[in-house]
């Protein structure tokens, strides 16, 4: 750099401060061009370590599924879904419940770094917001799972809440400061909580089914009051190393869970904030905090909605019925490996495997991406090839709809993402063991 020498000449020293300045500007730009390029590296190095965690977590939850089935009398890989209103109390009931309470996993294990979304949506079941909009629920003597666990119990680190001995939950009534508190502390602080959402295959496995002589079909034989093969009355439950040990389909394309979208407005937008502070019900001793989701947060879906077709008239993906709808078709195009994309009548209806569960939350080379874990013990990794955050394993949604539409259909167009030979989005991943005049 050149140094002035004021004792020149006017026009010399102006020369020279100019040469200085410019040389200034050139060195900040410089340094400035270096900054955002570290910058950038700093954050997609940060995002490719968050991704790193992701997929470990997902394969020590398929080692935790493992070890569930060795110990389960029906080797199942889980106890259920992650769900209150269908499964029970979500400290003993699910295969969130099934890694924690057996020691395969933590609280940080179930939760993907990258996902934004902390808290999983059924959680607001326990807080007791949403209204049972479940047709599929527990009914009957079923019901006392939902008693069973912290849900049944008036203490919790011997603190009782403000309600009525024996309503469970430490006595904390819904939708209040406390249960928020006891949500927060107990359930989301003990680990009973994920952003990683699970397929239908996991959880449920099959539909239960019947053979109709009359007509020579297949069809569905769960409640008729159930929105579609989605509860323990209208499939088989979870899946079972047995049922994967005589597959026709490959383990290794059978999805167990993957990263979580965001639940549905009008039933993952949190009422309250989830979090702990010294100040806090059941804070005692504890002076620490936690922030979970703020209030009007969205937080992140559940599960696969299951077997599902694009409905042309209302430009959404329709539910198969949990009672009475017929399989035949589905059965011997799967048998066949010729099935068509899912559309047409009800009499001829074929489906896929709603995917609107799962978010591309990855950055990747080749655009936004959804790590899974397989059956056979991998984790693999898909990307969003048309950057609507959402993978489409072969729905006909056409290119034409209006963005209100598009909003409400989840997928974009028609693209395959999921491709067969990678992803298995069928009904029956056992189509050989049913056998007969269907053939």
Same mark, same amino acid.
């Not at 004021?6 to 020293?13: D, F, I, K, W």
């Not at 879904?81 to 933590?106: K, P």
């Not at 009355?233 to 394309?253: E, W, Y």
């Given at each position: 750099?050149h140094t002035i020498?004021?004792?020149? +000449?006017?026009?010399?020293?102006?020369?020279q401060?100019?040469?200085?300045?410019?040389?200034?500007?050139?060195?900040?730009a410089?340094?400035?061009?270096?900054?955002?390029?570290?910058?950038?590296?700093?954050?997609?190095?940060?995002? /490719?370590?968050?991704t790193?965690? @992701?997929?470990?977590?997902?394969?020590?939850s398929g080692?935790?599924?493992?070890? !569930?089935?060795?110990?389960?009398?029906?080797?199942?890989l @889980?106890s259920?879904?992650?769900? !209150?209103n269908?499964? =029970?109390?979500m400290?003993?009931? =699910?295969?969130?419940s099934d890694q924690?309470?057996?020691? +395969?996993? =933590?609280?940080?294990?179930?939760? @993907?770094?990258?996902?934004?979304?902390?808290?999983?949506?059924?959680?607001?079941d326990v807080?007791?917001?949403?209204t049972?909009?479940?047709?599929?629920?527990l009914v009957?003597? #079923?019901?006392?799972?939902?008693?069973h666990g912290?849900?049944?119990?008036?203490?919790?680190?011997?603190?009782?809440?403000?309600?009525?001995? =024996?309503?469970?939950?430490?006595t904390?009534?819904?939708?209040?400061?406390?249960r928020? %508190?006891?949500?927060s502390r107990?359930?989301?602080?003990q680990?009973?909580?994920?952003?990683?959402?699970?397929?239908?295959?996991?959880?449920?496995?099959?539909?239960?089914?019947?053979?109709?002589?009359?007509?020579?079909?297949?069809?569905?034989?769960?409640?008729a009051?159930q929105?579609?093969?989605?509860g323990?009355?209208?499939?088989?439950?979870?899946?079972t190393?047995?049922?994967l040990?005589v +597959?026709?389909?490959?383990?290794?394309?059978v999805?167990?869970?993957?990263?979580?979208?965001?639940?549905?407005i009008?039933e993952?937008?949190?009422p309250?904030?989830?979090?702990?502070?010294?100040?806090?019900y059941?804070?005692?001793t504890?002076?620490? /905090?936690?922030?979970y989701?703020?209030?009007?947060?969205?937080? %992140?879906?559940s599960?696969?909605?299951g077997?599902?077709?694009?409905?042309? +008239?209302?430009k959404?993906?329709?539910r198969i019925g949990?009672?009475?709808?017929?399989l #035949?078709?589905?059965?011997?195009c799967?048998?066949?490996?010729?099935?068509?994309?899912?559309?047409g009548?009800?009499?001829?209806?074929?489906?896929?495997?709603?995917?609107?569960?799962w978010?591309?939350? !990855?950055?990747?080379?080749?655009?936004?991406a959804?790590?899974?874990?397989?059956?056979?013990?991998?984790?693999?990794?898909?990307?969003?090839?048309n950057?609507?955050?959402?993978?489409n394993?072969?729905?006909?949604?056409? /290119?034409?709809?209006?963005?209100?539409?598009?909003?409400?259909?989840?997928?974009?167009? %028609?693209?395959?993402?999921? !491709?067969p /030979?990678?992803f298995?989005?069928?009904?029956f991943?056992?189509?050989?063991?049913?056998?007969g005049?269907?053939?």
């Amino acid at each position: 750099m050149h140094t002035i020498n004021l004792q020149r +000449s006017p026009a010399v020293v102006r020369r020279q401060l100019g040469f200085t300045l410019i040389e200034l500007l050139v060195v900040i730009a410089i340094i400035a061009l270096l900054v955002a390029l570290l910058s950038t590296a700093i954050v997609k190095a940060r995002e /490719s370590a968050r991704t790193a965690a @992701c997929q470990n977590n997902l394969r020590q939850s398929g080692i935790g599924m493992f070890l !569930h089935a060795s110990r389960d009398s029906g080797g199942r890989l @889980c106890s259920g879904l992650f769900d !209150h209103n269908r499964e =029970g109390c979500m400290d003993t009931y =699910g295969w969130v419940s099934d890694q924690i309470n057996i020691g +395969s996993a =933590g609280p940080e294990t179930l939760i @993907c770094p990258s996902n934004p979304m902390k808290v999983n949506e059924k959680l607001l079941d326990v807080f007791g917001w949403k209204t049972n909009d479940n047709l599929d629920n527990l009914v009957g003597g #079923e019901q006392v799972r939902l008693t069973h666990g912290m849900c049944g119990k008036d203490q919790w680190k011997e603190i009782t809440g403000p309600g009525t001995a =024996g309503v469970g939950f430490a006595t904390t009534n819904p939708i209040t400061a406390e249960r928020a %508190s006891l949500v927060s502390r107990y359930f989301i602080g003990q680990g009973y909580n994920t952003n990683y959402a699970t397929s239908w295959f996991l959880t449920y496995s099959a539909p239960r089914v019947r053979y109709e002589a009359s007509d020579q079909s297949l069809r569905t034989n769960g409640q008729a009051a159930q929105q579609g093969l989605r509860g323990r009355r209208a499939t088989l439950g979870a899946l079972t190393t047995a049922r994967l040990g005589v +597959s026709d389909v490959p383990t290794s394309i059978v999805a167990l869970i993957g990263d979580a979208a965001p639940g549905d407005i009008d039933e993952a937008i949190s009422p309250v904030t989830f979090g702990f502070d010294k100040s806090d019900y059941f804070a005692g001793t504890d002076t620490g /905090s936690q922030l979970y989701a703020e209030s009007g947060s969205l937080l %992140s879906e559940s599960a696969s909605e299951g077997p599902s077709f694009y409905n042309s +008239s209302t430009k959404k993906l329709g539910r198969i019925g949990s009672y009475n709808s017929r399989l #035949e078709v589905q059965l011997k195009c799967e048998k066949l490996r010729n099935c068509l994309p899912p559309t047409g009548g009800s009499g001829n209806r074929m489906y896929l495997q709603s995917t609107l569960a799962w978010y591309a939350m !990855h950055s990747g080379g080749g655009g936004p991406a959804v790590n899974m874990l397989f059956a056979d013990g991998s984790v693999r990794t898909f990307t969003d090839l048309n950057e609507d955050r959402y993978l489409n394993p072969g729905f006909p949604v056409p /290119s034409t709809l209006t963005e209100f539409q598009y909003l409400s259909s989840g997928y974009r167009d %028609s693209t395959v993402e999921l !491709h067969p /030979s990678k992803f298995f989005s069928g009904v029956f991943i056992s189509p050989s063991l049913i056998k007969g005049k269907l053939e």
